[in-house]
């Protein structure tokens, strides 16, 4: 009996882990769209930019016969979760046509949210209610891991952009330096040139 249980506590986590979706990530070029397709009932759909201009980039997502289902336009990153009204493959596409020279890194995950519940194996009656709460127990710890890893997204949403931002300030804190190193070099050396001009002049004497 403890070993059915177990089986099926292990069948359901197999489940619930195949329902959840992987988040990837991809680098978009300058006046680059890039476009990914998925099979999909109910959908949830996340995506932030990492790096990359203003940390900003254009999207869409459309149904099979080509029709907008939602879409933003220079958005940071978001969160979203639709109903599928086409039965079909859906396409997710960014797109970086503002930038004319800046790539974009984009964290993304797409992930079903209405997968049915799978059936668990035939066990005696004894164990229905035991088992009926252990599956309710890992649906509701996928919906709290699901949480999590969408907390962590932000937190590292946020790290990347602040790394960028200091390494932005960096560089230009070096070209700066680097600027007024040469400006005052320059100078220095325009002064030398002057007083080595206004001394090496033809000697004026007076005649009595």
């Not at 797409?110 to 059936?119: Q, T």
């Not at 252990?134 to 602040?162: A, C, D, H, V, W």
């Not at 001009?197 to 005649?207: I, T």
Request: aromatic share 12%; with cysteine.
């Amino acid at each position: 009996m403890v070993w059915l249980a177990w089986t099926t506590a292990l069948a359901l986590l197999g489940a619930v882990q195949r329902v959840t979706g992987s988040a990837l990530t991809t680098t978009i070029n300058a006046n680059e769209r890039t476009c990914f397709y998925a099979g999909v009932d109910k959908v949830g759909f996340y995506f932030a930019v990492q790096s990359g201009g203003s940390f900003d980039i254009d999207w869409v997502v459309t149904d099979p016969s080509d029709t907008i289902v939602i879409e933003g336009e220079r958005e940071r990153q978001g969160d979203y979760i639709f109903t599928a009204h086409q039965v079909g493959e859906y396409s997710f596409c960014f797109s970086n046509d503002m930038s004319s020279f800046s790539e974009k890194l984009v964290d993304f995950d797409i992930m079903v949210e209405s997968e049915p519940r799978p059936v668990a194996p035939a066990k005696p009656t004894a164990l229905t209610e035991q088992t009926s709460a252990l599956e309710e127990s890992i649906y509701k710890l996928s919906g709290s891991l699901s949480s999590i890893q969408r907390t962590q997204k932000y937190f590292r949403t946020r790290e990347n952009r602040n790394v960028s931002t200091v390494r932005n300030t960096e560089w230009r804190i070096f070209f700066f330096s680097l600027l007024e190193c040469a400006m005052m070099v320059g100078m220095s050396a325009g002064q030398v040139w002057i007083v080595q001009k206004f001394f090496s002049g033809p000697s004026r004497r007076r005649q009595v």
